[in-house]
Every structure is written in C-alpha cells, then in structure tokens.
C-alpha cells in the first residue's frame, strides 16, 4: 500500500513546484491596479476587469483610462507585466479600443461551480482563479467552503490540473493530479 500526504500538502507542494518565486495572483486582486507606461512612468489608468480564454491563459485586461473620453481600453497578455501592486505595459500604443465589449470569459463561466471529491462529497464552491504572474496562466482555483469554515480554515487553493469539469455547473477534484477524462471546457 502506498502512502500519500494528505491533499492540503499535495497541493502545496505543487504550488510550489509549479510557480516557484511567482506567488500567483488572484483574477480578483487584478482589480483596480494602477497601470504604468514603462516610458513615461506614470499611471495612465486602472484594471477594471481580467479576461481568461478557454485556455485558461489570460487573454487581455481591461483598462480605465485616467485621461481622455475615449472609454475603456484592452491590452493583450503580451504588452503586460502584471506585479503585486500594479501592472506595467510596454506602450500607450499597445491600449486598443474596447467599445464593443466581449464575451463571458471562462472566468466568469466558472466561477460559483461547485466541486466535489471522488466520494461525491461537496468541497465548496469555485471562488477565483490563480493566476501565475510569470506564464500568465491560471495555475490553480481557490475553493469556498462556506463563510464559517473559509473564516476558521482558509480557503483552499488547488491546482487547475486536479479540477475536471464534468458538466456546466460542477468538477470532481481529482487524486492524480491530472484531468484523467479529457473532458473540454470549451463551449462549457
């Protein structure tokens, strides 16, 4: 018989493993970060909101801009440097028009859906994705359990690969560490 250390470590030392010195961010915690131009040094706005693709690979930010009518802006993942107190993008020119909006992101799709273990029992629900600062790419998802035990314990943060979305609404967190079904989350 095997012997395995118990989730909570497994997961810490996959965190550890996985992002190393990038301490991951949460999507939330985008929020409202001021974004500086490296040329000018200054702050030329804030993030309203993350967009995270299918891929789960942030897709771009949303910016308010302190300046001008023009509303709010976009900049790709590729123009950006995300820190823990702002993020930093490489030109003004990089910010392209976001007058149309977009779609839900997988973000907002995924986020509230429960998960439960491989027994059937209700983990909590889906409260944020983890972020690597480095990648770009969620690495994990926090997991509620509820006010009074997130309060008491903490929330729980679980790499993407153990989460497998079994229909639109909930996921089975997986012992191995990796998505065993293959199930897409695109179009969920």
Known sequence: MRHRAPAS???????????????GMKIRNLKNLPVFDRDSAQVIGR???????????LAYLVIEMTKGDGGPGMVVRQD?????????INSPASIKS???????????KKIGDTVFDREGKELGAISDFILSRDSM????VEISSGAI?????????????????????SAVL???????????????
């Open 98 to 108: 976001y007058a149309a909006g977009e779609e839900l992101s997988v973000y907002q």
């Open 47 to 57: 993030v309203e909101k993350a967009v995270v693709g299918d891929d789960f690979r």
């Open 137 to 140: 790419k969620v690495w994990g």
């Open 174 to 188: 997986s012992d191995e560490g990796r998505n065993d079904d293959d199930y897409q989350v695109s179009g969920v």
């Open 9 to 23: 470590l497994n997961c810490l030392l996959h965190y550890f493993f996985l992002v190393g010195k990038d301490k």
């Open 149 to 169: 035990k997130d309060i008491l314990h903490g929330r729980e943060g679980v790499p993407l690969e153990q989460i497998n979305w079994r229909n639109r609404e």
């Open 80 to 88: 950006i440097e995300i820190g823990e107190e702002s993020v930093t």
